[in-house]
């Protein structure tokens, strides 16, 4: 079975700083997919970014990227230029490829982190 | 717009009383979910349904059940609901097998007394 691991239950940031929040996984497949939420106080889950385990470029939306390390079976998400509406709960999770599994997510801890103006 | 809604945001209810959670999805998805939140745990997967009619266990089915009789709307079914089931609850749908991007409601915070 596939677990999580978000070590870092709270981080915080000064605003405009950048934050990278830290997620390390065990699986035994090759082809999966990794991504990490975001749970605002409004408790709506938002997906923040995606990553393909086949694609070696590490992805990237916008203030908020991606550090994919699949031999180390790390992925760290970085927030440049923070802003107070970062603030929220951070999970991180991961999908099976196979079709089996049915696009269930497995997900991490969660990283509550704080933006301080 | 993706939307997924859920009855309740907060509910209260007592030990030993049947306690249905409601979710509705408005995107004619195939895949729908509920997970259970608790701090220092994540979320972890009670059921999942493929399709009307299907359903599949999580990680954590004991103590629950659930329902699709319907394509948009998924319940979840605590039988006799315990102290140990106060929790946050998730409801999320996927379009299909195939796609990954999970929408998820509100949540419903149950306390059980």
């Known amino acids: 079975a596939q677990t999580v691991t978000q070590s870092q239950p709270e981080m915080s940031v000064q605003e405009a700083e950048t934050v990278t929040l830290s997620c390390t996984y065990d699986?035994?497949?090759?082809?999966?997919?990794l991504f990490w939420y975001k749970q605002p106080p409004s408790r709506q889950m938002i997906l923040v970014i995606r990553?393909?385990?086949?694609?070696?470029q590490n992805a990237t939306e916008n203030r908020f990227s991606v550090n994919f390390q699949k031999a180390a079976k790390s992925f760290s998400l970085k927030i440049s230029d923070s802003q107070l509406g970062d603030a929220a709960m951070y999970f991180c999770?991961?999908?099976?490829?196979?079709?089996?599994?049915?696009?269930?997510?497995?997900f991490g801890e969660g990283t509550q982190l704080t933006v301080n103006p | 717009d993706v939307k997924v809604t859920q009855s309740s945001r907060y509910l209260v209810k007592r030990t030993g009383e049947k306690v249905f959670l409601e979710c509705v999805q408005d995107?004619?998805?195939?895949?729908m979910f509920w997970y259970r939140q608790d701090p220092g745990l994540g979320l972890r997967l009670i059921y999942f349904?493929?399709?009307?009619?299907?359903?599949e266990k999580g990680d954590i089915p004991e103590g629950y059940s659930v329902s699709r009789e319907k394509k948009e709307r998924f319940s979840l079914i605590l039988e006799s609901a315990s102290t140990n089931q106060t929790s946050m609850y998730l409801c999320?749908?996927?379009?299909?097998?195939?796609?990954?991007?999970?929408?998820f409601g509100p949540g419903t915070r149950l306390t059980v007394l």
């Open positions: 999320a749908s996927s379009l299909s097998r195939l796609t990954d991007t999970q929408y």
């Open positions: 699986t035994s497949e090759s082809d999966y997919y």
């Open positions: 990553q393909e385990a086949y694609k070696q």
């Open positions: 999770a991961y999908r099976s490829a196979k079709e089996t599994s049915g696009s269930r997510l497995t």
């Open positions: 995107m004619d998805h195939e895949n």
């Open positions: 349904s493929y399709d009307v009619k299907m359903k």
